[in-house]
Structures are given as structure tokens and as C-alpha cells.
């Protein structure tokens, strides 16, 4: 039994260091918060920006347990290039006066408001733009 269990954290290793080279992104800029809800595994996957040290949701994928759903995270980062429209904000927050770009993949202007909103009251961020960045 103990075997499988290293194995597995193996595993999961190993697609989370597949998951930070393929995005370029590694070390405290990538986070894998991992939890266990309703008898499944919800993975977020969390950048933080190294200029203004603020975090923002990257993905959220459910699975079975821990390597399903990071299998899961693996092909989404493979492929949400194509799948998903690229949306800059702009915003400033109540700490940093300064205006602030991000830059977001989402399926609708929603989507990439909640990854920008993600883990923090929406009262400590004031947006200015949201824009659909055109394909090329």
C-alpha cells in the first residue's frame, strides 16, 4: 500500500512540473491549491504576478482525486489558447493607486472578472476596462 501512495505523489509531481513548463511559470508564481469537496478534488490553479505580488485564478478543474485532476489541469493548459478568448483589464486596488494590466484567458468578459476577482472582496479592486483582445 505504501508503494501506490508514492507513486501517486510521484505522479502528481511529475504533471505539476509538465503543468509549470509548459506555461513557462514556476516556483512562488504558481500555486496548486488542492480541495476536497463533495467527494471529489477541486484543483485551482493560482499565478502571481511578480511586478505587483497580486495573485489571480488561472483554472479551476474538478476530478476524481488528486492526479485526475491534475491529468485535467494538463490538457487545459495544453490547449486553452485556442479554445478561449484573451481579455486585458484594467484595474487599480484600494492598497496600489497605480493602474494595473492583467491579462486573462476566459470564455466570456465573466469568467475573466472572476479569475481577476478570485480569493478577494470585490470592494479592494476597482476596474476600469475589460477588452476582448482581437485574435491574430
Given at each position: 500500500?505504501?508503494?501506490?501512495?508514492?507513486?501517486?505523489?510521484?505522479?502528481?509531481?511529475?504533471?505539476?512540473?509538465?503543468?509549470?513548463?509548459?506555461?513557462?511559470?514556476?516556483?512562488?508564481?504558481?500555486?496548486?491549491?488542492?480541495?476536497?469537496?463533495?467527494?471529489?478534488?477541486?484543483?485551482?490553479?493560482?499565478?502571481?504576478?511578480?511586478?505587483?505580488?497580486?495573485?489571480?485564478?488561472?483554472?479551476?478543474?474538478?476530478?476524481?482525486?488528486?492526479?485526475?485532476?491534475?491529468?485535467?489541469?494538463?490538457?487545459?493548459?495544453?490547449?486553452?489558447?485556442?479554445?478561449?478568448?484573451?481579455?486585458?483589464?484594467?484595474?487599480?486596488?484600494?492598497?496600489?493607486?497605480?493602474?494595473?494590466?492583467?491579462?486573462?484567458?476566459?470564455r466570456n468578459m465573466y469568467e475573466a472578472l472572476d479569475k481577476l476577482y478570485y480569493?478577494?472582496?470585490?470592494?479592494?479592486?476597482?476596474?476600469?476596462?475589460?477588452?476582448?483582445?482581437?485574435?491574430?
Open positions: 500500500m505504501e508503494s501506490k501512495n508514492t507513486d501517486v505523489h510521484v505522479e502528481s509531481a511529475r504533471i505539476q512540473k509538465q503543468i509549470e513548463n509548459h506555461l513557462g511559470i514556476s516556483g512562488n508564481s504558481l500555486l496548486f491549491e488542492f480541495r476536497h469537496i463533495d467527494n471529489k478534488e477541486r484543483l485551482d490553479l493560482i499565478t502571481v504576478n511578480p511586478r505587483h505580488h497580486q495573485s489571480f485564478l488561472f483554472h479551476s478543474e474538478v476530478g476524481y482525486d488528486r492526479v485526475d485532476v491534475l491529468r485535467k489541469m494538463l490538457a487545459y493548459v495544453q490547449n486553452y489558447r485556442d479554445e478561449e478568448g484573451s481579455y486585458t483589464v484594467q484595474w487599480i486596488s484600494r492598497d496600489i493607486k497605480e493602474l494595473n494590466t492583467s491579462y486573462f484567458r476566459a480569493g478577494r472582496d470585490m470592494n479592494t479592486i476597482t476596474v476600469f476596462s475589460v477588452v476582448l483582445n482581437p485574435v491574430s
